[in-house]
């Protein structure tokens, strides 16, 4: 079973690579592919659930993807994102819905979003045996704070206050650390900082590892922001198989003989 020591243990020595994944069978692939973890992220909310935010994933919601993809994951660690509001706001509450996604849905670790209100939830979870991966720079839980996706710890001030929270959820325990959405010399001095391996999105090269969601990185999605990457074209692809079927029944080319079952002897219907 992969495990988080094994993430550490790879931090500095060669990248580490994670994917999002939301269902069993884009888990197959990502897992076949020797991607290290598969984050079940709250951006099923947007990516595969039609919400405009993160905001309304729910934790039965996260549950349901989570056990889909720990099913399909074989030597990937998997981590699922805890969604708004269900953690830092009561312990006993935050340690059984964290705790549910290992216990009940085959995860190994969680991610909680993380913040001042976090420092102490993630010691907690961590010795009770849930690994927190912890999230700073860009926490899209955030938005109606933000109002947007802004760049974070842009002046001396607010990636100061990065850096400290870094440094305060590695004392905390967290396994590694997720930096969306930050300068580059912020993720480099973040990563020189810590021991715990950094896990950069739009945050620079010079992170222990990188995170995309998987829909941008196949080129599934309509739009991906700018710091995102597609490395192949599954939208046109979809397009045209889907097209191709629809003119296929259309004309009737489809099915053809050898996509029906022999016709059986139904004399004594009649
Ligand atoms: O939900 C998600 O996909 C994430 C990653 C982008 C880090 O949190
Ligand atoms: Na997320």
Redesign the pocket.
């Known amino acids: 079973m992969p495990t988080v020591r094994d993430v550490k243990a790879k931090a500095g020595e060669e990248p580490i690579t994670?994917l999002?994944a939301y269902d069993a069978p884009t888990a197959a692939i990502v897992d076949d592919a020797g991607v290290d973890m598969i984050?079940v992220?709250?951006?099923?909310g947007n990516?595969a659930l039609g919400h405009e935010t993160?905001v309304p994933v729910t934790v039965d919601g996260i549950a349901h993807h989570v056990g889909a993809v720990s099913r399909a994951a074989e030597d990937a660690l998997v981590v699922a994102?805890m969604p708004f509001l269900s953690f830092g706001v009561d312990e006993k509450d935050s340690i059984e819905n964290a705790g549910r996604m290992l216990k009940e849905e085959g995860a190994q670790a969680v991610?909680l979003?993380s913040g001042p209100h976090t420092v102490d939830i993630t010691e907690q979870m961590t010795q009770l045996g849930i690994p927190v991966m912890a999230?700073l720079g860009l926490t899209?839980q955030h938005v109606n704070q933000y109002g947007g996706y802004p760049r974070q710890g842009t002046d001396r001030e607010a990636a100061e206050r990065i850096l400290n929270l870094a440094i305060e959820h590695e004392e905390a325990g967290a396994f590694s650390l997720?930096l969306?959405h930050v300068p580059s010399n912020l993720a480099a001095e973040i990563t020189e900082t810590l021991d715990i391996p950094t896990?950069g999105?739009g945050a620079g090269p010079d992170c222990d590892g990188q995170?995309?969601?998987v829909n941008d990185a196949v080129g599934l999605s309509e739009w991906s922001p700018s710091f995102s990457k597609q490395f192949g074209a599954v939208r046109e692809e979809m397009a045209s198989a889907v097209d191709d079927y629809v003119s296929a029944v259309e004309s009737e080319e489809f099915p053809a003989e050898e996509h029906s079952h022999e016709e059986a002897d139904l004399e004594d219907l009649y």
């Open positions: 994670m999002t984050l992220g709250d951006s099923v990516v993160t994102d991610k979003e999230h899209p997720v969306e896990i999105i995170v995309l969601v």
